[in-house]
């Protein structure tokens, strides 16, 4: 199974900064990645898929990048509806396995 | 609109067997890989089972592989996954997803709610 790597796995962070995400594969997947962003008690939504599309609604704020391995999520200016929990996910061989996570909390 | 209800979820105990559903409306359903994803408290998603669009295909976890089933019924638009032998790991708000393509990338596009189950004596 391919295993997702994020860093950190907790972040405080301002209204108004710039964040940025990482997540790693253990192997190519090349851009078969995606973002989900969830909120507590609530489903995950769909961010960004395949690496750096971002879904409708999805604000521009939002944005991914990187191919192969490496893989980062960037929220240009956080907003406070944006503190929640994001996780990557690989679709390049099920199982389609998931990030650890990484907690987004208000500093 | 596109809509996942699961539903099924209790408590049960150890040992014992429980049949999730997820009822599927506001799009094509036999056009659609469905997925199960699981939460269990406080901790991160695992992927737990897999049926391609017209139920010829079939993937587990590890962890639930020869105790759990993933069926559908394309007539009725409604998945089910079938959990025997349950375990206290297996403990875990359990969400139906679909799955939506880009070209050859495929993600979760929508999500149920979740249901809660909890194997507990």
């Known amino acids: 199974d391919i295993q997702m790597t994020q860093s950190p796995s907790s972040l405080s962070a301002s209204v108004g900064d710039r964040v940025t995400i990482t997540c790693r594969a253990s192997q190519t997947i090349s851009s078969y990645l995606n973002w989900y962003q969830q909120k507590p008690g609530k489903a995950p939504k769909l961010l960004i898929y395949?690496?750096?599309n971002l879904k409708g609604g999805v604000p521009s704020r939002f944005s991914g990048s990187g191919s192969g391995t490496d893989f980062t999520l960037t929220i240009s200016s956080l907003q406070p509806e944006d503190f929640a929990t994001y996780y990557c996910?690989?679709?390049?061989?099920?199982?389609?396995?998931f990030g650890q996570g990484t907690k987004l909390e208000i500093k | 609109q596109v809509q996942l209800v699961e539903s099924g979820g209790g408590v049960v105990q150890p040992g014992r067997s429980l049949r999730l559903s997820c009822a599927a409306s506001g799009f094509a359903f036999s056009s659609y890989a469905i997925h199960w994803v699981r939460q269990a408290p406080g901790k991160g998603l695992e992927w737990v089972a897999h049926i391609s669009n017209v139920g010829t295909n079939r993937y587990y976890a590890d962890s639930v592989k020869g105790r759990f089933t993933i069926s559908r019924d394309n007539s009725k638009n409604t998945l089910s996954l079938q959990m025997n032998s349950l375990r206290a790991e297996d403990t875990a708000v359990y969400y139906c997803a679909r799955v939506g393509w880009f070209g050859p990338s495929k993600y979760f596009d929508y999500w149920g709610q979740g249901t809660l189950v909890t194997v507990s004596s």
């Open positions: 996910q690989q679709s390049y061989s099920t199982p389609y396995t």
């Open positions: 395949a690496a750096s």
